[in-house]
């Protein structure tokens, strides 16, 4: 876990996975929990849990090993990491262990582009690019970001309208990373929010009134990022 820690340049979810795994390694790193069990302890989707996994491969730090008949056990080598030019899958991107279709895309605006992201949501912007905005990237829109929120935390107040005022702070967020340009970050973002007592008003908080965050809230610059870090999920 020490060597796991300060490796940078993935998403919330795929740290995450990544931690969970290591919590489990024995001294040669080495584990075998079930995808479900995975996602009992992140708090996050089997989905998810399956494109972190198929990522962590990909960059290198994982080897996954498949035993005929029973579970698959996995090998954490924290000092091989090379994250590359890949990025998150996409929602619609195949399961673990078929081909993927090459990143970038062939209609990409820059082919070596990279897209890391640190566990505090910073950026670290290749030489000689520029960040993207939402007008380049065709992978996810406010109408999308709005859909899911609505989708996933019925709880909360309901967005019906979007407004000029929220188009602006969500395009805001998006043009922050390439990472934030991709749905499953949504999903993952959400899926943190739901998951912590104090944001869902599911504790007492100030004079024992409990706190309801809403997607204003949610999209608002220093409250998105303390979501992203984990903040309000101790």
């Known amino acids: 876990m020490s060597a796991c820690w300060?490796?940078?340049?993935?998403?919330?979810?795929?740290?995450?996975?990544?931690?969970?795994?290591?919590?489990?390694?024995?001294?040669?790193?080495?584990?075998?929990?079930?995808?479900?069990?995975?996602?009992?302890?992140?708090?996050?989707?089997?989905?998810?849990?399956?494109?972190?996994?198929?990522?962590?491969?990909?960059?290198?730090?994982?080897?996954?090993?498949?035993?005929?008949?029973?579970?698959?056990?996995?090998?954490?080598?924290?000092?091989?990491?090379?994250?590359g030019i890949s990025c998150p899958p996409a929602t619609d991107a195949p399961p673990p262990r078929q081909e993927m279709p090459p990143t970038p895309a062939l209609d990409a605006p820059h082919p070596g582009n990279k897209c890391p992201q640190n566990r505090k949501g910073t950026i670290k912007e290749p030489s000689g690019s520029s960040a993207s905005t939402p007008d380049d990237s065709k992978s996810v829109t406010v109408d999308q970001i709005v859909e899911l929120f609505n989708e996933l935390l019925p709880e909360l107040p309901r967005v019906v309208l979007v407004n000029k005022d929220r188009k602006s702070k969500v395009q805001a967020r998006l043009a922050e990373s390439p990472?934030?340009?991709?749905?499953?970050?949504?999903?993952?973002?959400?899926?943190?929010?739901?998951?912590?007592?104090?944001?869902?008003?599911?504790?007492?908080?100030?004079?024992?009134?409990?706190?309801?965050?809403?997607?204003?809230?949610?999209?608002?610059?220093?409250?998105?990022?303390?979501?992203?870090?984990?903040?309000?999920?101790?």
């Open 6 to 83: 300060p490796l940078q340049g993935m998403s919330p979810a795929q740290k995450a996975v990544l931690i969970s795994l290591a919590d489990n390694a024995n001294d040669e790193g080495v584990c075998w929990p079930s995808v479900a069990r995975i996602a009992e302890r992140t708090c996050l989707t089997e989905r998810t849990v399956r494109y972190a996994l198929r990522w962590l491969e990909e960059s290198k730090i994982l080897t996954a090993h498949m035993r005929s008949g029973r579970s698959t056990w996995y090998t954490i080598s924290p000092f091989s990491y090379y994250p």
């Open 179 to 234: 990472v934030h340009q991709d749905l499953d970050f949504w999903r993952d973002f959400f899926g943190m929010v739901q998951a912590s007592d104090w944001l869902m008003g599911r504790v007492g908080g100030r004079d024992n009134k409990p706190f309801r965050c809403n997607f204003d809230w949610l999209i608002a610059p220093t409250n998105f990022v303390k979501v992203v870090e984990g903040n309000y999920n101790a």
